[in-house]
Nanobody
Framework: QVQLVESGGGLVQPGGSLRLSCAAS????????VAWHRQAPGKQREWVAV???????EYADPVKGRFTISRENAKNTVYLQMNSLKPDDTAVYYC?????????WGQGTQVTVSS
């Protein structure tokens, strides 16, 4: 069974940066689409960014120009580089993988942007 483990969250001041990691238990990222989602307190989970099987990148409007998603197949890891962070970016960030009929969520990592 595939498992995803996120890491890299924490507390950061507005304008700061964090890099989240999503590691898979197995060599699966090279043939999968992987997305980051987030859920703020009292709000619905929302999509943030996705990297497709062939490497196409897409971003939600609130994070365009500030966040970058990337994949390192050799390490079975997908990253989310987050720059110019704002208090509105505070949320639990989840990694989500789709490969054929397989769909897996990670457990989430907390990101808090506050002074």
């Amino acid at each position: 069974q595939v498992q995803l483990v996120e890491s890299g969250g924490g507390l950061v001041q507005p304008g700061g940066s964090l890099r989240l990691s999503c590691a898979a238990s197995g060599n699966i990222f090279s043939d999968a689409a992987v997305a980051w989602h987030r859920q703020a307190p009292g709000k619905q989970r929302e999509w943030v960014a996705v990297i497709s099987r062939d490497g196409k990148l897409e971003y939600a409007d609130p994070v365009k120009g500030r966040f970058t998603i990337s994949r390192e197949n050799a390490k079975n890891t997908v990253y989310l580089q987050m720059n110019s962070l704002k208090p509105d970016d505070t949320a639990v960030y989840y990694c989500y993988l789709v490969r054929g009929n397989l769909a897996v969520w990670g457990q989430g990592t907390q990101v808090t942007v506050s002074s």
